[in-house]
């Protein structure tokens, strides 16, 4: 079993930065991706990023975050983080850490997620 245990959640005002961090614990995966997806009061979870490994670095990002978030990972700490920079009102959601899985983008679906760290962007 593999646990995801978010981390840096918090309530900052719009053009704000926050970094949120997703510590993996327990079995090796069986696919090495890690990323984001968040969800907004009333909509459907969204993917927001992704970040895949061996071989290389490859990462992914929902148009609206691109140029503004940014994925990457810590392989000895086996820590995935999310630098959000110019935040906006409308990326307030609870986000969730995932890992493993098949598929790409928004197509991925994660085998292991974890338990959510809220983030609200006041304007």
């Known amino acids: 079993q593999v646990q995801l245990v978010e981390s840096g959640g918090g309530l900052v005002q719009a053009g704000d930065s926050l970094t949120l961090s997703c510590a993996a614990s327990?079995?090796?995966?069986?696919?090495?991706?890690m990323g984001w997806w968040r969800q907004a009061p009333g909509r459907e979870r969204e993917f927001v990023a992704l970040?895949?490994?061996?071989?290389?670095?490859?990462?992914y990002y929902k148009d609206s975050v691109r140029g503004r978030f940014t994925i990457s990972r810590d392989s000895p700490k086996k820590t995935v983080y999310l630098q959000m920079n110019d935040l906006k009102p409308e990326d307030t959601a609870v986000y969730y850490c995932?890992?493993?899985?098949?598929?790409?983008?928004?197509?991925?679906?994660?085998?292991?997620w974890g338990q959510g760290t809220q983030v609200t962007v006041s304007s």
């Open positions: 327990g079995r090796t995966f069986s696919r090495d991706v």
């Open positions: 970040i895949a490994w061996n071989p290389g670095n490859t990462s």
């Open positions: 995932a890992a493993d899985g098949l598929g790409w983008g928004r197509n991925w679906g994660p085998d292991y």
